[in-house]
T-cell receptor, first 114, second 114 residues
């Protein structure tokens, strides 16, 4: 299994600012992902964080708005740029270890944009 | 386009009885399905999964049934316990199992009453 932590756990931000969310896994993992859960909605994949190369974004998500880094096999960051109230969501990091057929999720970062 | 649907937003079951949570999907390319449980302020926790080559998978009190012709899966919890009260998400993936994008339903909130 994998234990995943995220920082910050929650934040309140002003529109127009940016927030970087950190995701740390307790072991090296093959794949890392970033999801968003808007209020009352399901979890939606933002992008796959690729180690050593640019992230792979899903339709509707772009690098300028959600830049992602993955400098090694245990760590990734997601930045929410130029925030607006519509970005108020829970942002979750997940990881696939390659050994078991499941993705493990972090506790999420609850973001409120005013 | 919601490819994975959980049409019951909530379910209340008495302790000791069976809980049945349902999930429908529209994408015939989905070949791997998972159930996650989510408590407030925590990330989703993996419960059980099933491959499309099977129609049933059991793990303790949890059993998942898959009806490919109907594009329907269900999670049975027997017997239900108060600690099972949480939001349950079904998720689906294609091709490479959970090494790729998971598509989630909107969740069903289960309340197990005494």
């Amino acid at each position: 299994s994998a234990v995943i932590s995220q920082k910050p756990s929650r934040d309140i931000c002003q529109r127009g600012t940016s927030l970087t969310i950190q995701c740390q896994v307790d072991s090296q993992v093959t794949m890392m992902f970033w999801y968003r859960q808007q209020p009352g909605q399901s979890l939606t994949l933002i992008a796959t964080a690729n180690q050593g190369s640019e992230a792979t974004y899903e339709s509707g998500f772009v690098i300028d708005k959600f830049p992602i880094s993955r400098p090694n096999l245990t760590f990734s960051t997601l930045t929410v740029s130029n925030m607006s109230p519509e970005d108020s969501s829970i942002y979750l990091c997940s990881a696939w270890t390659g050994l078991q057929e499941t993705q493990y999720f972090g506790p999420g970062t609850r973001l409120l944009v005013l | 386009d919601q490819q994975v649907k959980q049409n019951s937003p909530s379910l209340s079951v008495q302790e000791g009885r069976i809980s049945i949570l349902n999930c429908d999907y529209t994408n015939s390319m989905f070949d791997y399905f998972l159930w996650y449980k989510k408590y407030p302020a925590e990330g989703p926790t993996f419960l059980i999964s099933i491959s499309s080559i099977k129609d049933k998978n059991e793990d303790g009190r949890f059993t998942v049934f898959l009806n490919k012709s109907a594009k329907h899966l269900s999670l049975h919890i027997v017997p239900s316990q108060p600690g099972d009260s949480a939001v349950y998400f079904c998720a689906a993936s294609t091709g490479t199992g959970t090494a790729s994008k998971l598509t989630f339903g909107t969740g069903t909130r289960l309340q197990v009453t005494l």
